[in-house]
């Protein structure tokens, strides 16, 4: 089994920290929705403009990125 798989089986969480918290990215939500723009939600979390229109439109987990599987 290579390292990789290891870490996976034992649930080792791998890849960079996330910069924002669950709660954060919540937030960023609702201000979005209460008309805050990008660029202000940007500056105030510290992150880009197109992470914050990823995480208000609900396209910023991995799984959403990831092409399906072929089946055989």
Known sequence: ???SKQRLVLG???G???RITKLQQQEIKVLRQSGATLKELALEYEISTST???IATGT???RSRKRPK???
Request: hydrophobic residues 30%; positive net charge.
């Open 16 to 18: 960079r920290p996330a």
């Open 60 to 62: 910023d987990s991995h």
């Open 12 to 14: 080792v969480k791998m």
């Open 52 to 54: 914050v229109s990823r």
């Open 70 to 72: 072929k089946e055989n």
């Open 1 to 3: 089994m290579g390292n």
